[in-house]
């Protein structure tokens, strides 16, 4: 399963499909951190939920990469468990490097500043804790919902891209405050808001977002694994 995972991540490096998300993701960064400087977790929160339908799109370009002739035989050789696996961990190990990116880039722009004197606000060392944190949501969140949207669930181009932007459009809508059904969507808004309070937020509160993103990222590759079971 690790070879056929470095075997993804060196198709999608030499395929040149990596050039697009990657001038998209530098494009956001500077839009984020050239605008002056703000705390740690406001700009980390922002950056999060930014990054969130790049690195479904990204997830699903991995997924996207391997012709399906070959995604067959691999599912022949290593079983279909491991060779769906395998394709999840080289989209998440992508989504991970694209994440400690956004996490340093605030560096040259001097973008991310402590807590005024006497301020309430997460310290320095705290917005960095909770900015990795929304990171980490954002990757989970962003890989569920491309591996939904690739060749191997949808079959056609179309499906996929509906998919990645109703996904994405729901996850801004469904997040805002006194939606209906907020929990559709993963909680990358409401993550956003937390770390963007006076305050740090709570132990319950880190819970429940945590365990709401588990939550929905478990139904969603439940439905992956069903539909690609069904469809290969």
């Given at each position: 399963m690790i070879a056929l995972t470095r075997m993804r991540l060196a198709g999608f490096a030499r395929g040149g499909r990596a050039t697009a998300p990657l001038i998209t993701v530098l494009a956001v960064l500077f839009v984020l951190y050239?605008?002056?400087?703000?705390?740690?977790?406001?700009?980390?929160?922002?950056?999060?939920?930014?990054?969130?339908?790049?690195?479904?799109?990204?997830?699903k370009l991995v997924l996207?990469?391997?012709?399906?002739?070959?995604?067959?035989?691999?599912?022949?050789?290593?079983?279909?468990?491991?060779?769906?696996?395998?394709?999840?961990?080289?989209?998440?190990?992508?989504?991970?490097?694209?994440?400690?990116l956004a996490m340093l880039a605030p560096l040259p722009f001097r973008a991310i500043t402590g807590p005024d004197p006497g301020s309430?606000?997460?310290?320095l060392a705290m917005g960095v804790l909770l900015g990795?944190?929304?990171?980490?949501?954002?990757?989970?969140?962003?890989?569920?919902l491309g591996a939904l949207a690739a060749r191997a669930v949808t079959r056609r181009i179309l499906p996929g891209v509906g998919i990645l932007v109703s996904g994405s459009i729901l996850t801004v809508v469904m997040g805002l405050s006194g939606s209906i059904a907020p929990w559709v969507a993963p909680p990358l808004m409401a993550t956003s808001r937390a770390l963007s309070g006076r305050t740090a937020p709570s132990a319950v509160d880190l819970t429940v977002l945590v365990a709401w993103t588990a939550l929905w990222c478990t139904a969603v590759l439940a439905l992956y694994a069903r539909l690609r079971r069904d469809r290969s």
């Open positions: 050239g605008g002056g400087p703000s705390s740690a977790s406001v700009a980390y929160g922002y950056s999060a939920v930014c990054l969130f339908p790049i690195l479904a799109w990204l997830t996207d990469t391997e012709p399906d002739a070959q995604r067959r035989l691999a599912r022949l050789a290593v079983g279909p468990v491991r060779e769906a696996t395998a394709g999840l961990l080289a989209a998440a190990a992508l989504a991970l490097g694209v994440c400690v309430s606000e997460p310290s990795v944190l929304a990171h980490v949501l954002s990757v989970a969140a962003a890989v569920s």
